[in-house]
């Protein structure tokens, strides 16, 4: 099955090369190189691990992307409910066979690569729904019997994410499935009705969460309450960010990073680092290429005929844009920290290759957009 959709198609090969995106391809390697520099620049100058191991991944994981984006936008729409439940299935086995770090149990070993499927669900979940709404009538939509599969479908691994607990990946995962539904046009009313009945819940959610959690919760409120503890990584990023200035302290110049005041700098707070370096002027120049991506993705959306891939394109477009939101809103103390990575920018290889297998299947609705 695999073989026939890589293969058969009315497209010769040197029509393919012809019609990838080079804007979206330019921009990624863009944004990988940048996040090359940025993660050589946290290990304080040094050609190291977390340098190494991330340009690995990303030269992988960039030739994940291409050879996704070459199978037929068909071959993802039909594959799009067995990939949801594969992810689901690894969601579940991460409970008995995962690997604990940190006193969080996300990560399941599969020999050559330690994998978060919580990352992977974020992709999953929105072909999963892109496939379910692209053949209902739109006028449909909003019939209770298309209502509560797609629910169903959200809620079971935004729960098992947070049980791990992950809340940060569990909210991008919810964001990113709320977005689809939107855009599948459901009724304003019902989104109107859930957020009512979420902010009476929110009591009772909170009981659930763990200690560090609600510490973070009133941290976020009060940074100064606990400024050696809880509240020491946002004070400390506000700090470099502040310190940047309009032009930045230059590259491998950043004091907050060099004398190590700022925790976990080549993942969440990669952002941190690079605007303490780069001041307002890069920070908004990173800022413009991810603005750039999110415009191409709506834009291959748009010249697509598949309904199933312009759902799927805007929906992805849309998580990508909570992604960024929330990361950059987190280091600079206008959200919680909830452990959100910076998309391709931030450490981590479950992350990054989610990343690139999502837009590998934008770059496949490019491709394939007159199919």
């Known amino acids: 099955m695999i073989k026939q ?25 863009l944004l990988g190189v940048i996040s090359l520099f940025a993660m050589y620049s946290s290990e304080q100058g040094k050609f190291s691990y977390y340098t190494q191991s991330h340009l690995y991944r990303f030269v992988i994981f960039f030739t994940v992307f291409i ?13 799009a409910y067995l990939f949801y439940f594969i992810i689901l299935i690894l969601l579940f086995a991460v409970d008995f066979y995962g690997v604990t770090a940190s006193g969080s149990k996300r990560w399941i070993n599969l020999f050559f690569i330690n994998l978060q499927p919580s990352e992977l669900m974020k992709v999953a979940l929105i072909i ?33 994410v947070a049980s791990q607990p992950d809340l940060g990946t569990a909210i991008l995962i919810a964001f990113g499935g709320f977005a689809v539904i939107w855009l599948a046009g459901l009724r304003i009313k019902f989104f109107l009705y859930s957020f009512f009945i979420l902010i009476c819940l929110i ?22 309450r606990d400024p050696l503890g809880a509240g020491y990584q946002i004070i400390q990023s506000k700090i470099a960010v502040g310190s940047g200035g309009i032009f930045g302290k230059g590259f491998l110049q950043g004091s907050q990073s060099y004398l190590d005041y700022l925790p976990e700098k080549h993942t969440d707070f990669i952002f941190t680092l690079f605007s303490e370096e780069f001041g307002f002027v890069g920070s908004i120049v990173l800022l413009l290429i991810y603005v750039l991506i999110m415009y191409r993705i709506v834009a291959i959306g ?46 981590g290889g479950s992350a990054m290759l989610s990343m690139m297998i999502g837009l590998g299947i934008v770059m496949s609705c490019r491709i394939y957009r007159t199919s």
């Not at 939509?141 to 729960?159: D, Q, R, T, Y």
Request: hydrophobic share 55%; glycine share 2%; charged share 15%.
């Open 203 to 224: 009591p009772i959610g909170v009981s659930f969460l763990k200690p560090y959690q609600k510490s973070r919760i009133l941290t976020f409120f009060n940074p100064e």
């Open 128 to 160: 999963f729904l892109a496939r379910y709404y692209y053949k209902i009538p739109l006028e449909n939509v909003s019939n209770i019997k298309h209502i509560v599969l797609p629910l169903f479908a959200l809620i079971v691994p935004v729960f098992l």
């Open 5 to 29: 959709h890589f293969q058969k198609s009315n497209l010769r090969f040197r029509d393919k090369i012809l019609a990838l995106d080079f804007p979206l391809i330019f921009l990624i390697l």
């Open 302 to 347: 748009i010249q697509s005929k598949s309904d199933f891939a312009k759902l799927y394109c805007f929906g992805f477009a849309a998580a990508f844009f909570f992604y960024v939101t929330v990361n950059m809103s987190m280091v600079l103390g206008l959200l919680p920290i909830v452990g959100a990575p910076l998309p391709i920018m931030s450490y």
């Open 67 to 79: 050879i996704v984006a070459f199978f037929r936008i068909q071959f993802w729409s039909k594959s």
